[in-house]
């Protein structure tokens, strides 16, 4: 039997925005703390999970024009804004992939992802995607940790603090995370703030596992880098 982490309550206003407003990318449903990934062993009985997400979440067949770049060691700007939030349905996931000396973008579109071992994380608007479970082939998981910096990640956490994406059930039935999106191992990585209408990292630096046992571990710095508005990244990363 999987055992899954999901807690859900209840709604809240979606911001308005405009095109001068940066701060207005706001959740349209509220749930406390998603953890909503499943053990990185668990037997996940839906054959292809893609077929029953939302049109919101549908796999693009195209490649993401999003940039990654790399800013100082250790760190890189992300482009995750995936057309602005009126056009993300219909703009794919931008794929990352880490090195060891740099965060690289995979040129992959979202049907191509489904069954490539080459990426580690998809990121589209406010919403981490791992290369495991649900979400892909890849043997990849991840595990959080509380932490305010990468730095403060000295050691593996224990096999067991690992998930995978988890948004399909054995039946086929869609699960989603805070607003909607397929359900994911990051789960929510910021906390909301109603008054401001922004999204503050917490301080969570998340660990991500390949199946050769390789261990990177990533920390998001911002949802709003510089002057470029929402769902431009900053992220900052190491081997373990």
């Known amino acids: 039997m999987i055992v899954r982490r999901i807690s859900i309550v209840g709604m809240l206003v979606l911001g308005a925005c405009s095109s001068n407003e940066l701060d207005t990318d706001a959740p349209d449903a509220q749930h406390e703390d998603v953890d909503a990934g499943v053990s990185a062993d668990a037997n996940l009985g839906c054959s292809d999970p893609s077929a029953v997400l939302p049109i919101a979440w549908r796999s693009i067949n195209a490649v993401s024009t999003g940039q990654i770049e790399p800013l100082n060691v250790g760190s890189a700007y992300v482009d995750g804004s995936a057309g602005g939030i009126q056009n993300a349905a219909d703009n794919p996931y931008i794929y ?38 649900d979400s892909g082939q890849g043997g990849r998981s991840i595990a959080p940790v509380s932490a305010a910096t990468v730095e403060e990640v000295d050691s593996a956490p224990s096999e067991a603090s690992f998930w995978v994406d988890d948004w399909v059930t054995d039946d086929c039935e869609f699960i989603s995370g805070q607003i909607g999106e397929p359900a994911s191992a990051v789960g929510t990585w910021y906390e909301y703030d109603l008054g401001t209408s922004r999204l503050t990292p917490k301080d969570t630096v998340f660990v991500l596992q390949r199946p050769d046992s390789s261990l990177f571990k990533f920390k998001i710095e911002t949802y709003y880098y510089g002057d470029k508005g929402s769902a431009h990244y900053e992220l900052h990363w190491a081997p373990l």
């Not at 973008?105 to 580690?120: H, L």
């Open 96 to 133: 990352l992939r880490f090195g060891s000396s740099l965060v690289e973008k995979v040129e992959i579109t979202d049907t191509e992802a489904r069954s490539s071992d080459q990426w580690d994380l998809a990121i589209k608007r406010m919403v981490f995607l791992s290369n495991g479970g």
